[in-house]
């Protein structure tokens, strides 16, 4: 025969009529998840700010303050942008610009800009034509077009050490006084070099 245990059978304890039940624990794991996410922003947004910091040319914890700075030098006078050291040796202008294989005719005239570059850094470059553009007496900027002629500087590959010297070829209106030549390294982060023409 089934005896019932000493006490008889054990339920769960019930607060008596009228007074109101315990509270409840919270529990905890929402609050650790909330605290994981939270951490978890604050280590991505310091990652893009320091990222930022170091493409806007803050290198080493120092400030930026150089960059976008544009070296400035006169006519037959080296100066250097990202890994290259260019010397713009004269302007010359003509009605036409190539040679008996590839002849091109300007618009207005050509500005043919002489110039050597060379390869001041550590791995092969490629100099292309288009780094250059003038600047006339009324601040307006002309763009130099690509040639395949023999002596233009298009898409020219320049190993360290080397220097190489060719034209660009700036199709302009008859007659404009050319102030500046820039020359612009687009793998860097710093200001165009300028020319100032006599």
Not at 43 to 70: H, M
Request: proline share 9%; hydrophobic share 35%; glycine share 14%.
């Amino acid at each position: 025969m089934y005896e019932q245990p000493p006490g008889g059978p054990q339920y769960p304890q019930q607060p008596p009529p009228g007074q109101p039940p315990p509270p409840q624990k919270r529990k905890a794991w929402p609050w650790v998840l909330l605290g994981c996410g939270g951490a978890a922003l604050l280590v991505i947004i310091l990652g893009v700010a320091c990222t930022v910091s170091l493409f806007a040319g803050g290198s080493g914890g120092e400030p930026a303050d150089d960059a976008g700075e544009a070296e400035s030098v006169g006519m037959g006078e080296p100066g250097t942008v990202g890994q290259w050291e260019v010397t713009v040796n004269g302007i010359e202008t003509a009605a036409t610009y190539g040679d008996e294989f590839s002849q091109e005719t300007a618009q207005g005239e050509y500005a043919i800009v002489d110039l050597t570059v060379e390869n001041t850094g550590t791995e092969a470059t490629t100099f292309d034509s288009s780094a250059i553009s003038l600047v006339d007496s009324e601040g307006n900027t002309h763009s130099s077009s690509g040639s395949l002629t023999a002596d233009s500087l298009f898409l020219e590959q320049i190993n360290p050490g080397n220097e190489v010297s060719g034209t660009a070829a700036v199709d302009v209106p008859e007659g404009t006084g050319i102030t500046e030549v820039e020359v612009t390294d687009t793998l860097s982060t710093e200001g165009p070099l300028v020319v100032q023409v006599d």
